[in-house]
């Protein structure tokens, strides 16, 4: 299984979001184990406005042949943009092997 790395700058990441990132990262690497690098980058609101900016995770993960990054999924609410930036990083490994499907069979 490949390391996962998290990067969260000044943001304390609580036990809750830290296992939903972990419990999100396992089911990818399970769903295709090809995965060689998997970094999740997880931006707090700014604290200098009124009611804060959304919380925002983006994820860097490599394929045999592929770089997949997720980014801009912002959400103000830290679980909820934790489970919208996995769920885009599926549906971009689902297209690639898609593809690659598609190009083994038209070959």
Partial sequence: MTEVRIQHGDLALTGEARAAIDEAAAKLQAYDPEIQRFVITVDAPASHHKHGGPYS??????????????????????????HDAFDAARRQIEDYHRRKRDLARNA
């Fill in 57 to 82: 995770v983006h994820i860097d993960l490599s394929l045999p042949g592929k770089n997949i990054t997720v980014s801009h999924q912002a959400n103000p609410e830290l679980m909820a943009a934790i």
